[in-house]
């Protein structure tokens, strides 16, 4: 039996909503069902809807979500709380200065620190967790793991994966989701977690590639060399965003494949990221970003599983 892993990674409101339709579209080109995964492990957004489908929520559940037909009380709930497309006026005060020593640490981690500490309301994460937490405060899925960063140290934790702290799962999703000047540091057991996209996308090297046979990759906010949205805010995102968070990916994902694990990246291409834009965080273009993410991921998804096919 093929043992199956599946990495979300972050990507704010608008990402978010691109890597669930890409979900549902490889759950339907697999016919897969991705809560049977070995391993959920998410980032930030990608922890969001790994919390979801470790609480026994379908890829269909989360689409329809998306989509705004959710009869579920606990999917509608979550969709209308998402986070205002503007952070308010954060705190005049560092997140943490220590951040700037670990440069090694990789994607914008070496910055983070210098990122004023953000106001924004998390309570939708936290209502989101413990709707769905089971009585020991940790998701029902036994493979689910959320990826947090700390600055302090420049290193990164997978909540629920092997040796990592206990701490309730709500800890863990809005410490994940923390990103910074927008959203407020989560201290955990007297440690200060950011989100985790600060330091890698989705975190391929957390994973053991012991555990798994396949691991399915799905991050918004990662794509191929060369490829942005269009206009100006495109070239912009791409340069500040995008490129160094895909170096982090790319080199992870070699080593992972070194080790002998098939890795399949989707990531979005041109035209998925102009119909995306370049407010991940987009509250009010939400919906639309979804309605064509369903159209542009399916092919973007297709054509993945094909050049996977091609290189194994």
Partial sequence: MTRVGLAI?????????????????LATELEWDPRTATVLQGTSAGSEI????????????????QAGRSVNDVLRRH????????????FPAFTHLGTVRHRGAGGHAAIAGLAPRGRGDTTFLRELADDIAGPD?????????????????GTRTAFGALGAPKVAAHEALRASWSVPGWMPPVTIGGRTFLDGGVASTAS???IDPTEIDVLYVIAPMASAPGVRGR??????????LRRPMSAVLDREIAVARESGL??????PDADDLSALGCNFMSREHRATAFADAIETSRRTVTRALYAEEVMS
């Fill in 137 to 153: 405060g940790w998701l029902p899925h036994p493979g689910a793991r959320l990826v947090a960063f700390e600055p302090a140290t």
């Fill in 262 to 267: 098939r890795v399949v990246p989707i990531l």
């Fill in 204 to 206: 391929v090297d957390l």
């Fill in 50 to 65: 790994v919390t979801m489908l470790a609480g026994g929520y379908s890829a269909e559940d989360l689409a329809e979500m």
């Fill in 79 to 90: 969709i209308e709380a998402v986070p205002k497309s503007f952070p308010p006026l954060p």
């Fill in 9 to 25: 990674g972050c990507g704010g409101t608008i990402g978010g909503a691109w890597a669930i339709a890409a979900l549902s579209a």
């Fill in 231 to 240: 206009g100006i805010g495109g070239r912009l995102e791409q340069l500040t």
